[in-house]
Structure formats: structure tokens, C-alpha cells
Nanobody
Framework: QVQLVESGGGLVQAGGSLRLSCAAS????????MGWFRQAPAKEREFVAG????????YSADSVKGRFTAASDNAKNTMYLQMINLKPEDTAVYYC???????????????RGPGTQVTVSS
């Protein structure tokens, strides 16, 4: 059973940066396709960035391309989401997820963390 715990969320001004972390236990991040989702009130869940199994491919959604990048540190068994040039529309709860598959992006996942709130003020 893989457990995922996010950290690093908070309140930031528009144009600022944040780095979210997703610490894994009970399994290794490199053994799964890993991804970051976000969900804002009254909006659908969105897959924003992720890394394929074994780390060969990184994906960013068009809505965040050039601003959000997923990365992983196998030694720390942690995945990160580096976010720059944040916008108010990036405000959401951000979740990390692990899927027993090779590719990203994905909709269905096997494990998910509790989430961390990111709020971007204008």
C-alpha cells in the first residue's frame, strides 16, 4: 500500500513561485506513473503535470506549460511540482497520485494523497 503526502502549499501573490512535494512510502515513485492533479471549487479535476514510470517522460498540461514542471528524487522517494509565474486561476487543492501504468497523463490512479491548498492572490 503506497502512501502519499503532499506539502508546500500556501498563499502566494500572482507572479510568485511555489514548490510542492509529494513524499511516498510503501512503494517507490519510480515504479509508478506519477502525477499532480488540481481541483478548484465548481471545476473539474485537472491533471496538470506528471512523470512516466521510470522517469523517462515528463508531461505538463497546456494550461500550465512553461510554468509548472514535475520532477522526482528517487533517493528521497519524493515527487515535486515546481510552479512559477503563478496566476489567480491556479488556486486549487493540489493532489499527487500514483498509477500502476507506464504513461502520463492519466485519469484513474491507484493511490492519492490528501492534497494541499494553493491560493494565489491578485
Amino acid at each position: 500500500q503506497v502512501q502519499l503526502v503532499e506539502s508546500g502549499g500556501g498563499l502566494v501573490q500572482a507572479g510568485g513561485s511555489l514548490r510542492l512535494s509529494c513524499a511516498a512510502s510503501g512503494g517507490t515513485v519510480s515504479s509508478y506513473a506519477m502525477g499532480w492533479f488540481r481541483q478548484a471549487p465548481a471545476k473539474e479535476r485537472e491533471f496538470v503535470a506528471g512523470i512516466s514510470r521510470f522517469g523517462g517522460f515528463r508531461y505538463s498540461a497546456d494550461s500550465v506549460k512553461g510554468r509548472f514542471t514535475a520532477a522526482s528524487d528517487n533517493a528521497k522517494n519524493t515527487m515535486y511540482l515546481q510552479m512559477i509565474n503563478l496566476k489567480p486561476e491556479d488556486t486549487a487543492v493540489y493532489y499527487c497520485a500514483a498509477a500502476n501504468r507506464n504513461t502520463v497523463p492519466f485519469n484513474a490512479y491507484d493511490y492519492r494523497g490528501p492534497g494541499t491548498q494553493v491560493t494565489v492572490s491578485s
